[in-house]
């Protein structure tokens, strides 16, 4: 089936540095990917919709100049966290729909997370 | 806005008991419902699912049914296993918005041998 893949797994950074964290839907094209964040025993927290040729959308209160959302091409979108300070230190997830369910509406195929810890 | 609430864990539960974790929901229109679960150092993957009102959806065991007079779509188990430990989540798609989907605050199930 469909699969979802996020590089890196795991990240470990200094403060003040930026991360980018990719998301690559592997045999099916991906118009909207969608970005979460998790944190721990926490449930997945919206961050933003990223869109192929076109700007993110963002949900209330994720900063659009911190957390950088580019949809390159139809199977990439990537998330970068620009000068990254310990409270950014979280589980990054993205997902994908699958547009087979459907126009509107449809389960999500997810990556498998990214987890990034800024010291 | 569209919200999902679900009961608080951590569930603990002897292997082969019966399984229930609750799950209401607010949302305009007619979302679709899910469960996900995300096993121990794993990714998130659908469970089950339901589109429309009094649909049932079921997968390894678990079911679910869309209760639209309840707004409820609450996770049964007859009989859990071991291997069920996990975390599952509670999850709407709502009609307009394309597949934005909002998730519950997750419930964490321990089964013990």
């Known amino acids: 089936g469909a699969v979802v893949s996020q590089h890196p797994s795991w990240v470990i950074c200094k403060s003040g540095t930026s991360v980018k964290i990719e998301c690559r839907s592997l045999?099916?094209?991906?118009?909207?990917m969608f970005w979460y964040r998790q944190f721990p025993k926490q449930s997945l927290m919206l961050m933003a919709t990223?869109?192929?040729?076109?700007?993110?959308?963002?949900e209330q209160g994720v900063e659009k100049d911190k957390f950088l959302i580019n949809h390159a091409s139809l199977t990439l979108s990537t998330l970068t966290v620009t000068s990254a300070h310990p409270e950014d230190s979280s589980f990054y997830i993205c997902s994908a729909p699958n547009r087979t369910s459907g126009v509107t509406g449809g389960e999500l195929f997810f990556g498998e997370g990214s987890r990034l810890t800024v010291l | 806005g569209n919200s999902v609430t679900q009961m608080e864990g951590p569930v603990t539960l002897s292997e082969e008991a019966f399984l229930t974790i609750n799950c209401t929901y607010t949302a305009t229109g007619y979302p679709s419902l899910f469960w996900y679960v995300q096993y121990p150092g794993e990714g998130l993957q659908l469970l089950l699912k339901?589109?429309?009102?009094?649909d049932k959806g079921s997968n390894k065991g678990f079911e679910a049914t869309y209760r639209k007079e309840t707004t409820s779509f609450h996770l049964e188990k007859g009989s859990v296993q071991v291997s069920d430990s996990a975390v599952y989540f509670c999850?709407?798609?709502?009609?307009?918005?394309?597949?934005?989907?909002?998730f519950g605050a997750g419930t964490r199930l321990f089964v013990k041998a």
């Open positions: 045999d099916f094209q991906a118009t909207t």
């Open positions: 990223s869109n192929e040729g076109s700007k993110a959308t963002y």
């Open positions: 339901a589109t429309k009102a009094d």
């Open positions: 999850a709407l798609s709502g009609n307009t918005g394309g597949f934005k989907t909002i």
